[in-house]
């Protein structure tokens, strides 16, 4: 009625005429857009304009495209991770090894001196735990100087300007905790075995 009302009797823009030029009193439309108030109705809103006997599209099938392609790079992601973790943990743990044969007569000597199976296991596991949450740090550092290049890169291959990642602090906590636990774990074997060494074999170990 107000197109109507604005053009008078003229021929509104994109409005099919007559054979002899003139306006439909009725208005057609080759396409509505249709504003849903929020995402999780979009689907809903399009089953029902369909439903009706309408053709409806959304962005909503990019959209789970999109999710399901990150999905896949983040199970990706995340299988590298967990591999890289259990290498961690093994090298932890060689290390740890390493270690209690160069200080076997330490551990001999601390046994002498009345320390118990116990202690000496918690001494090992108190180098592991400084060990764990020096590299969860040291990763953290170098995930904040890393983070103004990767954003440049990403805008500069995707063209997004307004990116700005960054490391969310409850993330760095879950890191090093991630950190601790892995080396904890890695140096559990090594740290009972050097609990179970013989003080007296380890005194003639040189």
């Known amino acids: 009625t107000q197109l109507k009302r604005i053009f008078k009797n003229k021929v509104i823009p994109g409005q099919p005429t007559t054979a002899s030029g003139k306006p439909?009193?009725?208005?057609?439309?080759?396409?509505?857009?249709?504003?849903?108030?929020?995402?999780?109705?979009?689907?809903?809103?399009?089953?029902?304009?369909?439903?009706?006997?309408?053709?409806?599209?959304?962005?909503?099938?990019?959209?789970?495209?999109?999710?399901?392609?990150?999905?896949?790079?983040?199970?990706?992601?995340?299988?590298?991770?967990?591999?890289?973790?259990?290498?961690?943990?093994?090298?932890?743990?060689?290390?740890?090894?390493?270690?209690?044969?160069?200080?076997?007569?330490?551990?001999?000597i601390l046994r002498a001196l009345g320390a118990s199976k116990s202690n000496i296991s918690q001494v090992f596991n108190a180098e592991t735990f400084i060990i764990g949450c020096c590299s969860g740090l040291i990763g953290i550092i170098i995930s904040l100087l890393s983070l103004h290049p990767i954003n440049a890169i990403i805008s500069l291959l995707t063209e997004i300007t307004d990116l700005?990642?960054?490391?969310?602090?409850?993330?760095?906590?879950?890191?090093?905790?991630?950190?601790?636990?892995i080396t904890i774990i890695g140096g559990l074997i090594p740290s009972r075995k050097a609990a179970k060494k013989d003080p007296v074999v380890a005194l003639r170990t040189e």
């Open 24 to 108: 439909y009193k009725e208005l057609y439309y080759n396409s509505i857009y249709v504003s849903v108030d929020n995402m999780d109705n979009v689907k809903e809103v399009q089953t029902a304009i369909t439903e009706l006997g309408y053709q409806a599209e959304s962005n909503m099938e990019w959209v789970e495209s999109s999710q399901k392609q990150y999905g896949y790079i983040q199970a990706v992601l995340g299988g590298i991770g967990a591999v890289s973790m259990l290498v961690a943990a093994i090298s932890i743990a060689n290390t740890m090894m390493m270690s209690i044969y160069e200080r076997t007569k330490e551990i001999g």
């Open 164 to 181: 700005d990642a960054k490391l969310p602090f409850g993330a760095a906590v879950i890191l090093i905790i991630i950190s601790i636990i």
